[in-house]
């Protein structure tokens, strides 16, 4: 899953981010409005945290527009801005969620769980597929009632594609939604990542539940479930490789307006400790 954040207190946006990434999502952030407009109007996010009071374009103005483009990603207000008619201001304008800092890392983290389920239509934290449970609260895998190790990025990917059980997802769907702009963009990262997690949630298991559909992506479903429609599966080709080869989409948008004349460099993957419980402007 991955989060951008826009907020332009940077060791704020800095440590969410760090613990963000330690509960396996991928997380992009900006420090300004015309850059989180820009961000979030061409990548798709499963959950944006905005803060209110921030430059360049203030965050009602952002989220605005960005309802007014039809982006529908799920929006969690950020901000110290706790009066009731701000709160209603924020809900009405296009938010799905409010919360006001000092706030709680937890509770965040809560929330934006609790969103991506309801964008995908599962409230229940508990994801099953077939005899494969995924508990998305504590990131608990079982397959038969045996306890499955995952690292961050393949149970990264095992999550989006069990939110999306029964359906076929592309691969450079699932690059967009667990990889972050720290990311090797040309690397067989994805492929790696996908023959780890077929090893551990299909190989010791006599039924095989992660399916490739040549030239449109993957599917995780039970054997009972419905395949793929042909329909569905050549609509989805037609994006795809016609090749069939795996790997991530040959390139991304620019990382902002102004990377269209000159080139922003990779930023580095830092492993670092969980934000403070407490977070504050």
């Known amino acids: 899953m991955r989060i951008l954040i826009i907020e332009d207190h940077r060791p704020l946006a800095q440590s969410l981010a760090r613990g963000l990434r330690e509960e396996t999502y991928a997380v992009d952030t900006a420090f300004d409005g015309e850059e989180g407009h820009f961000l979030a109007e061409n990548n798709p996010y499963d959950a944006i945290v905005l803060d209110l009071i921030i430059p360049k374009l203030d965050g009602l103005e952002l989220l ?11 929006v969690l207000i950020l901000t ?6 701000q709160i209603v201001a924020g809900l009405e304008t296009g938010a799905d969620d409010y919360l006001i800092k000092p706030f709680h890392f937890d509770e965040l983290l809560a929330r934006i769980r609790a969103l991506i389920r309801r964008e995908a239509h599962h409230q229940d934290p508990l994801l099953k597929v077939a005899d494969l449970s995924i508990n998305t609260r504590t990131r608990k895998v079982e397959r038969s009632g045996q306890e499955i190790i995952l690292t961050a990025k393949e149970y990264a990917l ?6 999306h059980q029964g359906e076929v997802v592309s691969r450079s769907e699932l690059w967009e939604h667990a ?11 994805l492929d790696v990542h996908l023959h780890h997690l077929r090893q551990k949630i299909d190989q010791p298991f006599p039924t095989k539940l992660l399916h490739t559909i040549k030239g449109a992506g993957l599917v995780l479903k039970s054997p009972d479930g419905e395949a793929p429609t042909p329909i569905a599966v050549e609509e989805q080709a037609e994006s795809e490789d016609k090749s069939g080869t ?3 989409p040959e390139s991304k948008p620019p990382r902002s307006s102004a990377d269209s004349h000159t080139s922003t460099p ?16």
């Open 64 to 74: 605005k527009k960005l309802r007014q483009k039809g982006v529908s990603t799920p």
């Open 80 to 85: 110290a801005l706790d009066a009731p008619e």
């Open 158 to 163: 095992l999550e989006y594609l069990a939110l």
């Open 179 to 189: 990889y972050d702009w720290a990311a090797e963009l040309n690397s067989n990262v």
């Open 246 to 248: 795996e790997g991530p």
């Open 266 to 281: 990779t930023p580095t993957r830092s492993r670092s400790r969980r934000p403070d419980k407490q977070g504050s402007r």
